[in-house]
Nanobody, 126 residues
Framework: QVQLVESGGGLVQAGGSLRLSCVAS????????MGWFRQAPGKEREFVAT????????YYAASVKGRFTISRDYAKTTVYLQMNSLKPEDTAVYYC???????????????????WGQGTQVTVSS
């Protein structure tokens, strides 16, 4: 079992920055890959970024590459999503997720993830 709790969402103006956090508990933090997804109103949940279980490899959606950075802190069992140069189209509920199997890379599909957090709202005003 893995428990995930996101935080750090909020309201920010276009061009601003936010850092999302996802605290994990349960299984050993280095035993699963981690990902961030987002879901905007009226749209399907979409992949944002993923980081491998040992932290050496990352992968991003084209829409956020160069603006967002995913990282993980093993001492704090926390995954971060640093979001810079935010745009109104980044407005969504952001979810972190854990992929225990990690048999495919990059793991950018929802079905590859076993555990999900409750989500945190990010709103970017124009």
């Amino acid at each position: 079992q893995v428990q995930l709790v996101e935080s750090g969402g909020g309201l920010v103006q276009a061009g601003g920055s936010l850092r999302l956090s996802c605290v994990a508990s349960g299984r050993s933090f280095s035993s699963y890959d981690m990902g961030w997804f987002r879901q905007a109103p009226g749209k399907e949940r979409e992949f944002v970024a993923t980081i491998s279980r040992y932290g050496g490899t990352t992968y991003y959606a084209a829409s956020v590459k160069g603006r967002f950075t995913i990282s993980r802190d093993y001492a704090k069992t926390t995954v971060y999503l640093q979001m810079n140069s935010l745009k109104p189209e980044d407005t969504a509920v952001y979810y972190c997720a854990a992929d225990l199997d990690g048999s495919r890379w990059p793991n950018r599909y929802q079905y590859e993830y076993d555990y999900w957090g409750q989500g945190t709202q990010v709103t970017v005003s124009s």
